[in-house]
């Protein structure tokens, strides 16, 4: 039923983790078929191997890059993706709503899932976290996001998952003396070389071509279009907790 | 059935100091313009216009504050306030209305009533867009007039 993808353990204390993941899984009851991520075997294998096997569950034991991928592949299909983080962003965290390995793997005992929706840049980039253009000097963009069209320049764009796009200028900072006022005076300076915007569909225009990155691997270059995959994944997350009230305790 | 038209939930839209952005302007939280906005700022809370910003067309919200520019009709079913760098010409439409000293206002005012609040709500998509067309009609400057 369940098949885990481990990632390569990179040092001794990784290797120990692993050990004691899968303990705890055999512990709980829902130990399976192991696998790790090797030069011989790459993630795309190791995952279109468990799909092949018809495997009802697939779980991802590791960070950000792994579990990316595994979701690439699972998405679109009848396969639940189970996720045990193992140095995985907050991001990723809270989707699962488990900070630790044995709350991942509770999570999995008990099943229950829900659909999310994914993040593609077209034409098949999935991705659960965020997508990432980062430029060394403010470069000049157009983007169309729904019914809007921007003109603006950016050192950073990031787009999270739920397609909200955040869009940096560093250069629009403020001078070091206009800084050193606020600071003097006890204000903040004002954040408002960043923009934030939420859409359905989002068109990224560069004058040069830029490199669009998912965990700091490159999967395009801009133009892009980026758009969202409804109820595309099945994963599995923390259960209900029921709290007790005031009029339960009388 | 999912709804693929549900209004995506979150943290509000701000759009930076350095941005152009034409189209309709559109969030269920808050929106804080610091650039340019050539077209509609929509919000079901609270809208901010910051003292570098500039808006040509109608804003809508619960609440709106105004430090910058606007050049377009204004309703705010509850408070509106436009503060000492505030410049707006168009007709403002509220429930309370704050101009403060050394804001520039140029168009007519309509206070709402508990009546009509509802109304305007509802109305305001209506509303805003034939008063848009009839102040690019008119081009003098007049002082504002209270109804």
């Known amino acids: 039923m369940y098949y885990y993808i481990f990632e390569s353990a990179k040092n001794s204390s990784q290797k120990n983790l692993q050990e004691k993941i899968k303990d705890y899984l055999g512990f709980l009851g829902i130990a399976g078929e192991t696998v790790t991520v090797s030069p011989a075997r790459s993630v795309e294998e190791l995952t279109q191997m468990g799909l092949d096997k018809k495997y009802s569950t697939i779980v991802a034991v590791g960070g950000d890059v792994l579990i990316n991928k595994v979701a690439s592949l699972i998405q679109g299909t009848e396969t639940v993706l189970g996720i045990i983080p193992v140095g995985a962003s907050e991001l990723i965290n809270k989707k699962i709503g488990a900070y630790d390995y044995k709350t991942a793997c509770e999570n999995l005992r008990y099943r229950r899932t829900r659909l999310l929706d994914l993040a593609f840049i077209e034409p098949n980039k999935y991705f659960l976290t965020s997508a990432n253009i980062i430029a060394n000097k403010a470069t000049p963009c157009h983007i169309e996001i729904d019914d809007c069209n921007i003109n603006t320049n950016f050192t950073q764009i990031a787009i999270s998952s739920n397609l909200t796009l955040m869009i940096l200028d560093e250069t629009q900072d403020g001078s070091f003396f206009a800084k050193t006022l606020n600071w003097l005076a006890g204000r903040e300076t004002p954040q408002s070389n960043i923009s934030i915007l939420k859409g359905k569909k989002i068109k990224i225009h560069t004058t040069d071509s830029v490199p669009v990155l998912i965990n700091d691997e490159v999967v395009a270059k801009t133009p892009i279009s980026v758009r969202t995959k409804f109820r595309a994944l099945k994963i599995i997350v923390e259960r209900d907790k029921i709290e007790k009230t005031k009029n339960q305790n009388k | ?147």
């Open chain 2, 1 to 147: 059935m999912f709804d693929k038209n549900k209004p995506i939930p979150g943290p509000g839209t701000v759009v930076g100091a350095n941005v152009k952005l034409t189209g309709t302007l559109k969030d269920i939280n808050d929106i804080t313009v610091h650039g340019s906005v050539d077209g509609e700022v929509i919000s079901d809370k609270n809208v901010l216009i910051a003292e570098t910003a500039s808006v040509k067309g109608p804003v809508s919200a619960q609440n709106v504050t105004i430090a910058g520019k606007v050049d377009g009709a204004i309703n705010a079913w509850q408070k509106l306030e436009i503060l000492s760098t505030g410049k707006v010409h168009g007709s403002i439409m509220s429930k309370d209305l704050n101009i403060r000293s050394g804001a520039a206002f140029n168009g007519k005012s309509k206070m709402l009533t508990e009546t009509n609040e509802e109304t305007s709500k509802e109305k305001a998509a209506k509303d805003i867009k034939p008063e848009a067309k009839s102040l690019d009609e008119k081009a003098e400057k007049t002082k504002y007039e209270l109804d």
